[in-house]
């Protein structure tokens, strides 16, 4: 890893302001991509600025929204006794990411910040039309996720929170690389009051919705309904690890699991 | 950088550089080399280490991170440096060895786990030690070893 310099600001206004002065920072939060990125060369910044010592953490409900801290690790959103009365789809997405000892540094901030094509956040901030908040201003999912690691987020802007809707009818299911564990695909079912949201990881350049299948979903709420959705794959990745038209087919079986599990937890 | 922590119950205090990581800091500056170096990608668990009671993968930690942190690494599990530690007993009297390379961190990953859960089922623990891999034993004696190891640390306790 090439030096750097190291800033552990104690406020929001500092760390931007750290960010907007020092060319080529990065902002450093639980470090899982960042940190083997670093080690790789891959990126090698002048300077982190470590969202550790800000008060971004926590975890509140209040009028059927549900704000989660930037800097929640993803082993806090798993455990949080409020997500698993109000939202308990996205604990337990947070308790499927990586491994144990991944969950206990990893944040939600830097996963939706990052927007890595496999990564299981995003799928759960797009169908449940969560909102991700910055030190400047909010910004709607649809209009936050817009490709390949890219984001909404101007330079410098740093990610304060997700606002979630409190819908216990939505859930996630994904089916797991064997050797890297990420999402080869996996889908997020959200049934929202004006209508079900469905939201896909893994398959894509990045997170993308189903609307076939929301529309197929809002006349009948089951994995049967779910799986007779035909997925074009069309635009969907191949590797080595599965080709556009297993993919496909994953989306589907995926959804359906991601279904049931969403009645299981109504 | 100076930073300060709590290394296995003493106060220490070093200067390091920015770009130095946790386990770098514990290897080749402090001589702590019970924890290993696998892959050094974050997957391979060699280097589990607790950080304020939780496991965390050292090789994917900045040092300056533990700045102000409890650090326990597998020479810290002994109460005195003698005796083993219930896990690390269990982990001899099941064989959940055999080159003994993932040892140090699959004992650091099974106590953080068995300190929550006094009686796991092997689901349980097979789904905790997805982080943690071994290239010689198949899992199977590690799996009995942490069983044991759970219910040995708990023993005389109400679970």
Known sequence: ?266 | MDISFTLNGRETAVDVPPATLLVELLRERLGLTGTHVGCDTSQCGACVVHVDGRSVKSCTMLAVSADGCAVTTVEGLSPDGRTLHPMQQAFRDCHGLQCGFCTPGMMMSATDFAASHPAPTEAEVRHWLEGNICRCTGYQNIVKSVIAGAAAMHQGTEA
Do not use: C, W
């Open chain 1, 1 to 266: 890893m090439r030096d750097f310099a190291y800033h552990k600001p104690a406020t929001i206004e500092a760390a931007a302001g750290l960010l907007a002065t020092i060319e080529d920072a990065r902002v450093l939060a639980g470090g899982m991509t960042l940190l083997p990125t670093m080690k790789q060369r891959l990126a090698a910044p002048e300077a982190l600025v470590d969202l550790a010592a800000l008060p971004l953490s926590g975890i509140a409900e209040a009028d059927g929204v549900v704000t989660i801290g930037a800097t929640a690790r993803h082993a806090d959103v798993a455990a949080s006794p409020i997500l698993a009365r109000v939202l308990p789809g996205v604990a337990a997405l947070a308790g499927g990411i990586g491994d144990p000892q991944v969950r206990h540094r990893g944040t939600i901030g830097g996963s939706v910040a990052n927007n890595d094509p496999a990564a299981d956040y995003p799928a759960a901030l797009l169908a449940l039309g969560a909102e991700v908040v910055t030190d400047r201003r909010a910004i709607v999912a649809d209009d936050f996720f817009v490709g390949l690691f890219e984001t909404a987020l101007a330079p410098g802007e740093i990610v304060t929170a997700i606002r979630f809707p409190a819908v216990r009818r939505a859930a996630y299911a994904k089916f797991r690389s064997p050797a890297s564990r990420y999402a080869l695909a996996g889908v997020f079912v959200a049934a929202l009051p004006a209508g079900v949201r469905v939201a896909v990881t893994g398959a894509g350049p990045s997170v993308f919705r189903l609307p076939a299948m929301e529309a197929a979903l809002d006349k009948s709420f089951t994995p049967e309904a779910a799986r007779a959705v035909a997925i074009d794959p069309a635009g969907l990745n191949s590797d080595i690890h599965a080709d556009a038209a297993y993919r496909a087919h994953l989306v589907g079986v995926m959804a359906g699991r991601a279904v049931a599990a969403a009645i299981a937890f109504s």
